[in-house]
Every structure is written in C-alpha cells, then in structure tokens.
C-alpha cells in the first residue's frame, strides 16, 4: 500500500454539495481580521514608507558623516 503523504489525493477527497449549495450565513470570528493586526500593519507600512521618504530627503547629509 502507497502511503499518500502530507497533501491527501484529490481523488479521495468528498465534495459536500450541502456546502456548494447552501452558503454559511454564520458569522465566522475565526476568519474576522483583528483590529490589532490591521493597526500593526498599517504602522508597518507606514514606517517603510516614511523610511523611504527620509532617505530620499536626507540621504545627501548622512554622505558625510559615514565617510
């Protein structure tokens, strides 16, 4: 007997007409994005963008002060 592995065969595996016929209407919270992750990636963002601006306008005086 062959084993199958970490990815089960997609011949084995059992569509359920009852999930592709009917929608789940319940509320998930499980799959709800927090308002934490979204506040911490929007700071993450926002300090590689700002990071980009200030080297672009200050790059020329840290020349300088590296060599």
Same mark, same amino acid.
């Given at each position: 007997?062959?084993?199958?592995?970490?990815?089960?065969?997609? /011949?084995? !595996? $059992? %569509?359920?007409?009852?999930? *592709?016929?009917?929608?789940?209407?319940?509320?998930?919270?499980?799959?709800?994005?927090? /308002?934490? !992750? $979204? %506040?911490?990636?929007?700071? *993450?963002?926002?300090?590689?963008?700002?990071?980009?601006?200030?080297?672009?306008?200050?790059?020329?005086?840290?020349?300088?002060?590296?060599?």
């Amino acid at each position: 007997m062959q084993e199958e592995g970490p990815f089960p065969s997609l /011949i084995h !595996r $059992i %569509v359920r007409l009852t999930r *592709v016929l009917q929608p789940d209407d319940s509320i998930n919270t499980d799959e709800r994005i927090s /308002i934490r !992750r $979204i %506040v911490f990636w929007v700071a *993450v963002w926002v300090g590689i963008l700002m990071g980009i601006v200030f080297y672009f306008k200050y790059a020329r005086l840290l020349t300088p002060l590296l060599g």
